[in-house]
T-cell receptor, first 114, second 111 residues
């Protein structure tokens, strides 16, 4: 089973709203990732959690706040976003053990900021 | 700055032909290489991973890796219209284990 699930599929929010994106995997993977993808561009890495600890933050603005409650779950809390933050937000996971570094992506959350 | 370059598209091939997608990378210590397929409006789907020099075949897909030339390619044999998508080359950096993506090549298979 190589499934990563994400909710919601679509989200429309105003610049003063607070919302959260959720990601779940049950593959026993130990690393989880948040990416942002704009139209016709490759995914851009935002955050990496390895063994439930934040290991990489790619200089992401503080209006994006990641959280890893346990090894299967990853959240991205959103607050005071800007219209330019509208994008496809992708969660991914990987096993992070010897020789198994494939990252598997969830279906994404399409975010529109008004 | 680690870079991954893909041959500029878009690429069009007739149905049944071989589609060839190319990728070069700048970080010599990279050890892991991946090809993702992304349909319009969908998320990237992993279709091939390759770690050693040479060829790796999976159905109609063949990945080729040449670490000396810092080059990785994907061949799609007997291309089908359903193969029409953007193909992303991704390279895992040696130390940080971060994926660096190429800009993608849009492939269209014409019926």
């Amino acid at each position: 089973d190589t499934e990563v699930t994400q909710t919601p599929k679509h989200l429309v929010m105003g610049m003063t709203n607070k919302k959260s994106l959720k990601c779940e995997q049950h593959m026993g993977h130990r690393a989880m990732y948040w990416y942002k993808q704009k139209a016709k561009k490759p995914p851009e890495l935002m955050f990496v959690y390895s063994y439930e600890k934040l290991s990489i933050n790619e200089s992401v603005p503080s209006r994006f706040s990641p959280e890893c409650p346990n090894s299967s779950l990853l959240n991205l809390h959103l607050h005071a976003l800007q219209p330019e933050d509208s994008a496809l937000y992708l969660c991914a996971s990987s096993q992070e053990s010897q020789g198994a570094y494939e990252q598997f992506f969830g279906p994404g959350t399409r975010l529109t900021v008004l | 700055q680690k870079e991954v370059e893909q041959n500029s598209g878009p690429l069009s091939v007739p149905e049944g032909a071989i589609a060839s997608l190319n990728c070069t990378y700048s970080d010599r210590v990279s050890q892991s290489f991946f090809w993702y397929r992304q349909y319009s409006g969908k998320s990237p789907e992993l279709i091939m991973s390759i770690y050693s020099n040479g060829d790796k075949e999976d159905g109609r897909f063949t990945a080729q890796l040449n670490k000396a030339s810092q080059y990785v390619s994907l061949l799609i044999r007997d291309s089908q219209p359903s193969d029409s998508a953007t193909y992303l080359c991704a390279v895992l950096s040696g130390s940080a284990r971060q994926l660096t993506f190429g800009s993608g090549t849009q492939l269209t298979v014409l019926p």
